[in-house]
């Protein structure tokens, strides 16, 4: 079952996500399960993103091996899991 993740990032700022974005992009596009991705700022000190997967599977195993390795000290994505009921896809 599809599930939708979003996660918040205090502290995140646009030049920031840009930097993370132009380097986990293409890694997204090219990853079994992803089907999409979309960010924007969530207030002034925070970004907010969201990512739909086919699996909560594929989406954790993402995070665990190319994102959570790779945060700066201090920084924790509040991140949250829904799984689908229903997605329509182009």
Request: charged share 20%; no cysteine.
């Given at each position: 079952?599809?599930?939708?993740?979003?996660?918040?990032v205090p502290?995140?700022?646009k030049?920031?996500y840009?930097?993370m974005?132009k380097v986990i992009g293409?890694?997204?596009?090219?990853?079994?399960g992803?089907?999409?991705?979309g960010?924007?700022p969530?207030?002034?000190t925070?970004?907010?993103?969201?990512e739909?997967?086919?699996?909560?599977?594929?989406?954790?195993?993402?995070?665990a091996e190319h994102?959570q390795p790779?945060l700066?000290?201090?920084v924790?994505?509040k991140?949250?899991?829904?799984e689908l009921?229903?997605?329509i896809?182009?």
């Amino acid at each position: 079952m599809a599930v939708l993740i979003t996660a918040e990032v205090p502290g995140q700022t646009k030049e920031g996500y840009d930097g993370m974005i132009k380097v986990i992009g293409p890694l997204l596009t090219q990853t079994k399960g992803f089907i999409a991705h979309g960010a924007g700022p969530a207030s002034s000190t925070a970004w907010r993103s969201f990512e739909v997967w086919e699996t909560a599977e594929a989406a954790t195993k993402f995070f665990a091996e190319h994102i959570q390795p790779h945060l700066p000290p201090g920084v924790t994505p509040k991140r949250t899991m829904v799984e689908l009921h229903s997605l329509i896809r182009t």
